[in-house]
T-cell receptor, first 113, second 110 residues
Framework: DAGVTQSPTHLIKTRGQQVTLRCSPK?????VSWYQQALGQGPQFIFQ???????QRGNFPDRFSGHQFPNYSSELNVNALLLGDSALYLC????????????FGDGTRLSIL | QKEVEQDPGPLSVPEGAIVSLNCTYS??????FMWYRQYSRKGPELLMY????GNKEDGRFTAQVDKSSKYISLFIRDSQPSDSATYLC??????????FGTGTRLKVLA
């Protein structure tokens, strides 16, 4: 049973560039959430996608956008990268309603130079 | 006031010790309570998930929830070096986002 998979594992970008991160949910899951985890901090919620729509958004600027595809996989896009965007980006998947637990992938480590 | 407070540690214990990890929260709307374990360079791994006050046990792990005091704990019995990781508490209030603590780093010494 494949868990949540994310790609790429690591990424290095420079300020002002744009980046796309990808996530495939755990088999049987239809909901994808994205989190940002800075070093030494807990994950911070960016947004959640369900039925190809953004269902809820955290306190992140519009530079952060996403998409969910019919096969439930998802992308996170970040435009106009800032040094402060350097972090581990985590994807979590779950099934259906809010009562079901979220399962995380191993993340994409994004470094901004 | 932060929504979730968690002692960052690090916490060092000898192998075989009982470990107690704690979180407090301020939002009485929180309904679901989770504990995740995160190894270095890995994503968080779900350990415990509960929505009621009281204890929930799974092997060497026991989660304790006290909604009246807004306090949750994770106990690890017979701790092993492989338990060395960062432990994150998390909550949600019936919305879709999880609120995480900052994590407690645990080191179990052989």
């Amino acid at each position: 049973d494949a868990g949540v998979t994310q790609s790429p594992t690591h990424l290095i970008k420079t300020r002002g560039q744009q980046v796309t991160l990808r996530c495939s949910p755990k088999s049987g899951h239809d909901t994808v959430s994205w989190y940002q985890q800075a070093l030494g901090q807990g994950p911070q919620f960016i947004f959640q996608y369900y039925e190809e729509e953004e269902r809820q958004r955290g306190n992140f600027p519009d530079r952060f956008s996403g998409h969910q595809f019919p096969n439930y996989s998802s992308e996170l896009n970040v435009n106009a990268l800032l040094l402060g965007d350097s972090a581990l980006y985590l994807c979590a998947s779950s099934f259906g309603d809010m009562g079901q637990p979220q399962h995380f992938g191993d993340g994409t480590r994004l470094s901004i130079l | 006031q932060k929504e979730v407070e968690q002692d960052p540690g690090p916490l060092s214990v000898p192998e075989g010790a009982i470990v107690s990890l704690n979180c407090t929260y301020s939002n009485s709307a929180f309904q679901y309570f989770m504990w995740y374990r995160q190894y270095s360079r890995k994503g968080p791994e779900l350990l415990m998930y509960t929505y009621s006050s009281g204890n929930k046990e799974d092997g060497r792990f026991t989660a304790q929830v006290d909604k009246s005091s807004k306090y949750i704990s994770l106990f690890i019995r017979d701790s092993q070096p492989s338990d060395s990781a960062t432990y994150l508490c998390a909550y949600h209030s019936g919305t879709y986002k999880y609120i995480f603590g900052t994590g407690t780093r645990l080191k179990v010494l052989a």
